[in-house]
């Protein structure tokens, strides 16, 4: 069974990953889906007041990424594919490589920004990131 691990974070790169992903899975049983958002708490404190407990940020963050999972995975159940649905805490490059690593995935698939290759690197870009921890094939889908 091939088993791909797609990142989601809600952007339009993102979705389109997510479009490879469901093309590459139709008409093939012997496939599965992960779709993976990872919630990167510290940059989200910028987002909500001080006064805010950090769990319950951690919560809200952890919260908005399923459903931004869950938005996506219907585009794989419209067509039959059954997907799981990860939403983890940590830095997004590392824990998807992590993820893939970890659970033998044969491919990531996720989507980039755009930019290029040195305004990526000194931006710690997420695709770069996978690229360089992953173990398995990286599909970047612009």
């Known amino acids: ?3 791909y691990l797609v990142a989601i974070d ?3 790169n993102s979705k389109r990953a997510a479009g490879f992903a469901l093309h590459q899975a139709r008409g093939d049983n012997d496939i599965e889906i992960t779709l993976i958002h990872i919630v990167n708490v510290r940059k989200e404190l910028y987002n909500y007041s001080p006064l805010m407990d950090i769990r ?3 919560q809200i963050a952890l919260e908005q990424g399923m459903e931004a999972v869950k938005d996506q995975a219907v585009l794989f159940e419209n ?3 059954n997907v799981n649905k990860v939403v983890v805490e940590g830095d997004p490059g590392y824990k998807i490589a992590e993820c893939a690593r970890e659970n033998g995935y044969h491919q990531i698939i996720i ?3 755009g930019l290029s290759d040195l305004k ?3 931006l710690g870009s997420v ?3 996978v690229v360089h921890f992953a173990k398995c094939p990286v599909t970047l889908v612009k």
């Open 10 to 12: 809600g952007s339009d």
């Open 79 to 81: 067509e039959g594919i």
């Open 111 to 113: 989507g980039t920004r």
């Open 1 to 3: 069974m091939k088993k």
């Open 127 to 129: 695709s770069h990131k």
């Open 120 to 122: 990526g690197l000194v």
């Open 56 to 58: 319950d940020i951690q």
